[in-house]
């Protein structure tokens, strides 16, 4: 991650975004000492008084963990 400072992070258009429920934004942060990704969509609001932007954030770690795990297994032949 670029960013290592505490309750801060980065954020960029997702240049990758291929389907619509790809976010049109994506980046990482640090929250109380734990990494996160963020992901967030430009959404119009239902009365049509403008738009806004809905936000998701995922421990990094949890995801990680249980990756790395998986890819270290053996397997017996």
Known sequence: ?????DMSGIFSRNDFK?????????????IEGKKMKIAGWIRDRKDGSGKYMSLKFEVMEDKQVSQAASNDEEVPF
């Open 18 to 30: 291929k389907e619509e429920k790809h976010p049109d934004y994506k980046g990482d942060c640090v």
């Open 1 to 5: 991650m670029s960013n290592e400072y």
